[in-house]
Nanobody, 125 residues
């Protein structure tokens, strides 16, 4: 069973929008948080956004604040990322991740237990 399945990536022109979705299927009763990360060619994976499962509090990387919106549907165990005003530098493989324990760290720095297979987002100039 695949823990997380992402969908919604694709090719879009600069200034356009995309919506990514991720469905969790493992240990869904113990989700503490879910997040999105991305990795561009030749670069390290970086944090994009995350949301706490119970309170719905959110955290965003500075590079996407005001453009991306993360949301969750706890009844369906899904998390979405709406990406607006996309830029060529947003091009990357986007990964969904889930966390299943409490943490002293914030959403950006905490440990995530499961990862999706990734979905490609390409923004053309």
């Amino acid at each position: 069973q695949v823990p997380l399945v992402e969908s919604g990536g694709g090719l879009v022109q600069a200034g356009g929008s995309l919506r990514l979705s991720c469905a969790a299927s493992v240990r869904t009763f113990s989700i503490y948080a879910m997040g999105w990360f991305r990795q561009a060619p030749g670069k390290e994976r970086e944090f994009v956004a995350a949301i706490s499962w119970s309170a719905g509090s959110t955290s965003y990387a500075d590079s996407v604040k005001g453009r991306f919106i993360i949301s969750r549907d706890s009844t369906k165990n899904t998390v979405s990322l709406i990406m607006n005003s996309l830029k060529p530098e947003d091009t990357a493989v986007y990964y969904c991740a889930s966390a299943h324990s409490a943490s002293l760290y914030g959403l950006e720095r905490r440990t995530y237990d499961y990862w999706g297979q990734g979905t490609q987002v390409t923004v053309s100039s």
